[in-house]
């Protein structure tokens, strides 16, 4: 499995929100980075007659998951959290089924958005951390 895809390994809501931060996406384009995902996911899944039987229902809706709409403790972390659920979905059902040369493309392209979405994001100005850090309570 290709280990930097930000919801490989033992990932969760804060590690995602941290891949987010380090590669400096703001809100807007972390939905775009979500939305990268989730059309490669539901793509996958109406391509396959028995993944869209199973999981179909799922995708019809945006975004997907149960927790899509929460973003816990976690300001600004809604994306991240959505991303933990469809990161999730795409890591047990998804990644396994794409033999090495898939693999190899679905991480080209990864890298070419991330670096377009990186691109853009040093292009507008960013705003300043909040004065009560990301992960207290207020």
Do not use: C
Not at 19 to 24: D, P, V
Not at 64 to 76: C, E, K, N, P, W
Not at 92 to 109: F, T
Request: aromatic share 14%; glycine share 6%.
């Amino acid at each position: 499995m290709a280990a930097h895809f930000p919801f490989s390994g033992n990932a969760s809501r804060v590690s995602i929100f941290f891949f987010y931060e380090r590669h400096k996406l703001g809100p807007a384009l972390q939905e775009r980075y979500y939305k990268w995902w989730y059309d490669w996911a539901r793509s996958m899944v109406m391509r396959d007659p028995g993944l869209k039987a199973a999981k179909g229902q799922e995708f019809a809706h945006f975004p997907y998951g149960q927790h899509s709409h929460a973003d816990f403790h976690l300001r600004q972390g809604l994306w991240a959290t959505a991303l933990a659920d469809l990161g999730d979905f795409i890591k047990g059902s998804l990644l396994p089924r794409l033999d090495p040369d898939a693999l190899h493309k679905l991480e080209a392209d990864h890298q070419a958005m991330l670096e377009a979405l990186s691109a853009e994001e040093a292009q507008s100005a960013r705003p300043a951390p909040p004065e009560i850090g990301w992960f207290r309570h207020s």
